[in-house]
């Protein structure tokens, strides 16, 4: 089964400062992870995805599969990076069904 | 502007009362996918398919019916409101299904008295 945890429903910085939210997926195969986020009163828009392996917007989101964990960072979180962020994850030949994770509301404060 | 159109944007709906969520998109994805947004649960499937004439169930699927009749639309229906399904539902597409990126519609705000 997949399965994508976010143990951190709130997640508040200062700017500037660094910024960690964490994923971790639990899947037997070989996973794709995104990121999604949903800034106040817009849709839900991808920001990155781990095949890609680049930055978005200063965020960039490594892979590690010993540890499960697809952590979403960025070295000086700026107040516009405020919003949910999403984790989730597809089975490559699996399900064909995206999982998301609960989401981490992160406020980032002036 | 090419994407996802959800209506109505809310709804305070009785309960008992038959519902449809309306969806459509003009990117001419195989697949589509219906999710609730719910504080603290995250984002749960309710139906996707994964091209027009095709359903499936996803996670929360009760109480809840989709149809695919052509590429462009997929309404969900709820066939008598309970307050349970006071909710913000998205809509998505994707160019196939599997680990294509999820295109979400704007969602629908729906409370259920």
């Known amino acids: 089964a997949q399965r994508v945890t976010q143990p951190e429903k709130l997640l508040s910085v200062f700017k500037g400062a660094p910024v960690e939210l964490k994923c971790n997926y639990s899947?037997?195969?070989?996973?794709?992870l995104f990121w999604y986020v949903q800034y106040s009163r817009q849709r839900l828009q991808l920001l990155l995805r781990h095949i890609s392996r680049e930055s978005i917007k200063g965020f960039t989101a490594d892979l590690n599969k010993g540890e499960t964990s697809f952590h979403l960072k960025k070295p000086f979180a700026q107040e516009e990076d405020s919003a949910m962020y999403y984790c989730?994850?597809?089975?490559?030949?699996?399900?064909?069904?995206?999982?998301f994770g609960k989401g981490t509301k992160l406020t980032v404060n002036p | 502007i090419a994407g996802i159109t959800q209506a109505p944007t809310s709804q305070i709906l009785a309960a008992g009362r038959r519902m449809t969520l309306r969806c459509t998109q003009d990117?001419?994805?195989?697949?589509m996918y219906w999710y609730r947004q719910d504080l603290g649960l995250g984002l749960r499937l309710i139906h996707y398919?994964?091209?027009?004439?095709?359903?499936g169930k996803g996670e929360v699927p009760d109480g809840y019916s989709v149809s695919r009749a052509n590429t462009d639309d997929f309404p969900l229906t709820l066939a008598s409101a309970v307050p349970s399904q006071t909710s913000v539902y998205f809509c998505a597409s994707s160019a196939t299904p599997g680990n294509s990126p999820l295109h979400f519609g704007n969602g629908t705000r729906l409370t259920v008295t």
């Open positions: 989730a994850l597809n089975g490559q030949g699996g399900s064909e069904k995206l999982v």
């Open positions: 899947y037997s195969g070989s996973p794709e």
């Open positions: 990117m001419r994805h195989n697949a």
């Open positions: 398919s994964n091209t027009a004439g095709t359903t």
